[in-house]
């Protein structure tokens, strides 16, 4: 598979403006503008992304402007779309409640499912945390986490073939996930991802989590695309609540820990991405 877009579907470009935004440099300044950021490893926000190589892409590199006059923009949630990470979570966030001698079952895990971390950590670890305490604790589950999937990286299969024929067919493509940008960025350099992708939105970027639609209407925003113009690909209910209630499509996900009867709301629900096409995603578009 490539690993950079051809000429006649657009260009990689970078930015330390929001991702998704149009830039006026040449190729050859994007290559050289990419070098640099992935040097410093700088985030949207221009600060590192710590628990990350220096040589992972940041959210600041990921611009791609198909020449699309009425765009279509694809979705992806991450956990348990992109990457089969379900047991990784669970066992990591089971060894942190361990160290705080906090009770944590996988109904607790389940409940968590598309809110931000500081938000099921609230709920969780205590109410009372502060700021600081959070980011803390945060910090030390979510680098536990990444040091689980690096070890074997569960891309979800069918994932990374279906990012190449959306591509192939001038789709924009966004990665929305409650979860840190360290983690999503962990995803892009593992897949290689990176030259496909118009924008990339974390949990840190927003304030509420799913079913809240922000984190959908933010990637769609950033990709300069309607929200009736975009799908979504998620595997809970909160996210394909969210979906629905930012007014796009929804392909649902059946993925470790989910059952199609919590994504009965999702205009079509399947058990695996193996063999889907750009048709089978532009077919759930609200205006289809």
Same mark, same amino acid.
């Given at each position: 598979?490539?690993?950079?877009?051809?000429?006649?579907?657009?260009?990689?470009?970078?930015?330390?403006?929001?991702?998704?935004?149009?830039?006026?440099?040449?190729?050859?300044?994007?290559?050289?503008?990419?070098?640099?950021?992935?040097?410093?490893?700088?985030?949207?926000?221009?600060?590192?992304? *710590?628990?990350?190589?220096?040589?992972?892409?940041?959210?600041?590199? %990921?611009?791609?402007?198909?020449?699309?006059?009425?765009?279509?923009?694809?979705?992806?949630?991450? =956990?348990?779309?992109?990457?089969? @990470?379900?047991?990784?979570?669970?066992?990591?966030?089971?060894?942190?409640?361990?160290?705080?001698?906090?009770?944590?079952? *996988?109904?607790? &895990?389940?409940?968590?499912?598309?809110?931000?971390?500081?938000?099921?950590?609230?709920?969780?670890?205590?109410?009372?945390?502060?700021?600081?305490?959070?980011?803390?604790?945060?910090? =030390?589950?979510?680098?536990?986490?990444?040091?689980?999937?690096?070890? =074997?990286?569960?891309?979800?299969?069918?994932?990374?073939?279906?990012?190449?024929?959306?591509?192939?067919?001038?789709?924009?493509?966004?990665? $929305?996930?409650?979860?840190?940008?360290?983690?999503?960025?962990?995803?892009?350099?593992?897949?290689?991802?990176?030259? &496909?992708?118009?924008?990339?939105?974390?949990?840190?970027?927003?304030?509420?989590?799913?079913?809240?639609?922000?984190?959908?209407?933010?990637?769609?925003? @950033?990709?300069? %695309?309607?929200?009736?113009?975009? %799908?979504?690909?998620?595997?809970?209910?909160?996210?394909?609540?969210?979906?629905?209630?930012?007014?796009?499509?929804?392909?649902?996900?059946?993925?470790?820990?989910?059952?199609?009867?919590?994504?009965?709301?999702?205009?079509?629900? %399947?058990?695996?991405?193996?063999?889907?096409?750009?048709?089978?995603?532009?077919?759930?578009?609200?205006? $289809?």
């Amino acid at each position: 598979m490539p690993n950079t877009p051809d000429d006649t579907t657009g260009q990689l470009a970078t930015s330390t403006a929001r991702p998704g935004r149009h830039t006026s440099a040449s190729a050859s300044d994007a290559a050289n503008d990419q070098d640099d950021t992935s040097k410093s490893n700088a985030g949207s926000s221009g600060a590192p992304i *710590e628990g990350e190589p220096e040589d992972t892409p940041s959210p600041a590199t %990921v611009v791609y402007n198909p020449p699309d006059a009425d765009p279509v923009c694809v979705i992806w949630d991450v =956990d348990g779309v992109l990457v089969d @990470n379900y047991r990784p979570h669970l066992e990591s966030w089971q060894k942190t409640a361990e160290k705080f001698g906090v009770s944590y079952t *996988e109904d607790d &895990f389940k409940s968590g499912f598309g809110k931000t971390s500081r938000e099921h950590l609230k709920e969780n670890f205590g109410a009372s945390m502060t700021d600081d305490q959070i980011a803390e604790v945060e910090g =030390d589950k979510e680098a536990l986490y990444r040091d689980l999937v690096a070890e =074997d990286f569960p891309a979800m299969p069918g994932a990374r073939e279906l990012v190449q024929a959306l591509k192939d067919a001038d789709f924009k493509i966004a990665l $929305a996930t409650s979860g840190p940008a360290a983690n999503l960025m962990l995803a892009v350099r593992l897949m290689k991802l990176q030259p &496909f992708l118009s924008a990339v939105v974390s949990g840190h970027e927003v304030t509420k989590g799913k079913p809240d639609p922000e984190i959908f209407l933010t990637a769609a925003k @950033n990709c300069g %695309v309607k929200p009736e113009r975009c %799908v979504v690909i998620e595997d809970s209910r909160f996210g394909v609540e969210a979906a629905k209630a930012a007014g796009m499509g929804c392909l649902g996900l059946q993925s470790t820990g989910h059952d199609a009867d919590e994504l009965k709301q999702a205009d079509r629900v %399947v058990e695996t991405l193996e063999g889907l096409t750009a048709d089978d995603v532009r077919a759930l578009l609200p205006t $289809a």
